[in-house]
């Protein structure tokens, strides 16, 4: 063990001294522990670590091997930017729940068994809820218990088919699920569509992040969707299920990005549509597809967490989220737009930016294998993405008609997380070949194509004349969208009202049953039942207590309060242990 | 620098510059499209040249008049207070 530190241990006993440290050293200490995670997981050996037998079950903590690497670096690189995004709060809770949520995600990420991957599954729920609880208020702890019980009802979806996938092989280990599609892989695989935000199983998410606080936003948007990616390709590579799911999610998320009036939410849905391509690229299952997959989630986590910042800081500024409320920014905060603008190129993927090195091996990969329904599909949402995240978006929030809002650049913390993520964003765009050799499978891709090139900007260039020409059409109004939530939201009340009306008459009519029959009888019952009690139990009762009291008596009687005695009193104890341990026991 | 280039981006002083950029782009691109080798072509689309450009105004429109479509006349739009 000696020669494997789990990352998940720094970052959760990392945790427990953040209360504690205050100032500049506070502040080192919280980067120092990303700091260390990111040597740790660079520095990893793949194998099997931690292996045990606990209730005749074989667990083992930690399997090392690329592909839960390549999440662990991301993971790791991501969460030393968000406490540096995160590095002018002064209360400590959220930074203790942002330690806990990286550190149960990367045991996620680690986890050789399901009981294991469970344990910190569910400490990711947990610890990510006290995120968008921090926000305070009356919408954000309402959205944050609608996202706790939307993810403890997938836990226990998910440990259901976890049992019953044990029950019949008689192994916990986590691997790729074969065979016949059972009871047991559907829920297991529903418990992590769920966590992916597979409609309709998305609408926790784009419910809950833009509620969060603005610092909580920038972690959420980067883990839990991507460890659900992560065991997605982990157990259910090849499955022809998620192909579609993949290639409905990356539309869905995009047609509901148009008609989104909130900054976050309307990034919260592209992460919906992001995580499509990783989704139908795990689907696909071909090695080219899978690497697609991985590596479009490290970009992903990067540009995704840079807009969620850019976004972040127009909020913090301002204090305003609504595009019908906010434009004209980009005189007074121009780092921040240009910062936003490489996150926005990057998951346009334009040339040079991450997106167009990692996406596109999902497309080509869809290609390689004649899905050609599936290439026009994901393409055609890469044309919503630079329509909404590269123009809509910082058209309305930074430019557009002037609201004449005070505002300034965010604090020098936010802008320096903010250029970290854009560096690599524009690192991996240009020199994608350090990422490719993390990725699991060989690589056998090349990006930079003359044709590549001009069709990425053919369709980008393009959907941008679309975009003015018909920007009116595009304006953002005051409204909400319906999504699945609905179901839990609008469902509840009706559900409340059926607890309410008929089935609390029903309720009424039972319980007078039970007054005029049945009561009778049980107070007869209790009278008899009273009766022994005070003649047989209480006598004994009182025997006992009474002795005890006479006890204590003497036991305070000894009691002097002089310590010299007591000192005396233990003096003759040892002696007499010794004398027993001497005689007696041997 | 930074300060400049986003400047040209949102003033209004710009504007018509700003046009006749983007119409350039616009034109650049496909004329690079029309003049780039195409060695393997998978589908009937990746023959033509353009097309991307094409595709990408088409999703574009549709993706905006079907949402907004959906959104008011299939309801999926509500009042800020729908769910209070």
């Known amino acids: 063990m000696t020669d494997f530190v789990h990352p998940t241990l720094l970052f959760i006993l990392g945790a427990l001294p953040i209360p504690f440290l205050r100032g500049p050293i506070g502040k080192a200490y919280l980067l120092l522990i990303p700091t260390l995670a990111i040597v740790v997981v660079l520095t990893m050996q793949p194998g099997n670590y931690g292996a045990a037998q606990i209730i005749g079950q074989e667990i083992l903590v930690a399997k090392v091997d690329k592909l839960s690497i390549v999440f662990a670096t991301v993971f790791t690189i991501m969460a030393l930017i968000g406490m540096v995004y995160a590095l002018h709060l002064t209360h400590a809770g959220q930074h203790v729940a942002a330690f806990i949520y990286v550190g149960s995600a990367l045991g996620v990420v680690f986890a050789g068994d399901y009981l294991t991957l469970f344990l910190f599954w569910e400490g990711m729920a947990f610890a990510s809820a006290y995120l968008v609880f921090a926000q305070g208020g009356r919408k954000a702890v309402a959205a944050g218990f609608r996202y706790l019980m939307v993810h403890i009802t997938g836990g226990v979806v998910l440990l259901g088919g976890i049992i019953l996938h044990g029950v019949a092989t008689g192994l916990l280990l986590f691997g790729p699920i074969e065979g016949e599609m059972g009871a047991a892989a559907y829920l297991i695989l529903a418990g992590f569509t769920l966590n992916a935000a597979v409609p309709p199983l998305n609408a926790w998410l784009t419910d809950a992040y833009p509620e969060a606080t603005v610092t909580g936003a920038v972690f959420m948007s980067a883990f839990t969707t991507k460890t659900a990616v992560y065991v997605l390709a982990r157990a259910f590579p090849g499955t022809e299920l998620l192909v579609w799911l993949g290639a409905v999610m990356a539309l869905y998320g995009v047609i509901y990005a148009v008609l989104e009036n909130d900054c976050r939410r309307l990034l919260a849905y592209h992460i919906v549509s992001q995580v499509g391509y990783m989704v139908a690229g795990i689907g696909i299952g071909t090695e080219m597809a899978v690497n697609g997959a991985a590596s479009h989630a490290f970009a992903h986590i990067l540009y995704k967490s840079l807009l969620f910042m850019g976004a972040g800081a127009v909020i913090y500024v301002t204090g305003r989220r609504k595009l019908t409320e906010l434009g004209g920014l980009y005189r007074t905060m121009p780092l921040t737009v240009a910062l936003y603008m490489v996150g926005a190129f990057a998951i346009s993927a334009f040339p040079f930016f991450s997106g167009f090195v990692t996406k596109s091996m999902v497309v080509a990969a869809a290609g390689q294998d004649h899905r050609a329904l599936v290439v026009l599909a994901l393409t055609m949402a890469s044309s919503g993405t630079f329509l909404h995240t590269g123009l809509k978006l910082p058209y309305y929030m930074f430019f557009g008609s002037d609201q004449k809002l005070e505002a300034r650049e965010p604090p020098r913390n936010m802008l320096v997380a903010m250029g970290m993520a854009a560096v690599l964003c524009i690192a991996i765009g240009v020199f994608p070949q350090p990422l490719y050799a993390l990725l699991p499978y060989p690589v056998d891709f090349q990006p930079y194509t003359g044709v590549h090139i001009t069709e990425s900007l053919g369709l980008l260039m393009f959907t941008a004349l679309g975009f003015v020409l018909f920007l009116k059409s595009l304006d953002p109004e005051n409204t909400i969208s319906i999504d699945t939530d609905w179901f839990y939201r609008k469902g509840a009340k009706y559900f409340m009202w059926l607890a309410e009306k008929p089935l609390a008459r029903y309720e009424k009519a039972v319980s007078n049953v039970s007054e005029t029959a049945v009561l009778p009888f049980l107070h007869g019952a209790a009278r008899t039942g009273l009766r022994i009690d005070i003649a047989g139990v209480d006598a004994v009762v009182n025997g006992v207590a009474r002795s005890i009291l006479g006890g204590g008596g003497a036991l305070r009687r000894l009691q002097t309060g002089v310590v010299t005695h007591y000192v005396l009193a233990m003096i003759v104890g040892l002696i007499a242990a010794i004398v027993v341990f001497a005689v007696a026991w041997r | ?84």
């Open chain 2, 1 to 84: 620098m930074i300060e400049r280039v986003v400047d040209f981006f949102g003033d209004e002083r710009y504007a018509s510059q700003r046009r006749r950029l983007f119409y350039l782009v616009l034109v650049l691109v496909v004329i690079a499209d029309f003049l780039v080798p195409r060695e393997h072509a998978e589908y009937l689309w990746d023959r033509l040249p353009g097309w991307s450009a094409v595709y990408g105004f088409g999703s574009c429109v549709l993706l905006i008049f079907v949402s907004k479509f959906l959104g008011h006349q299939g309801g999926i739009m509500r009042r800020e207070d729908y769910y209070d």
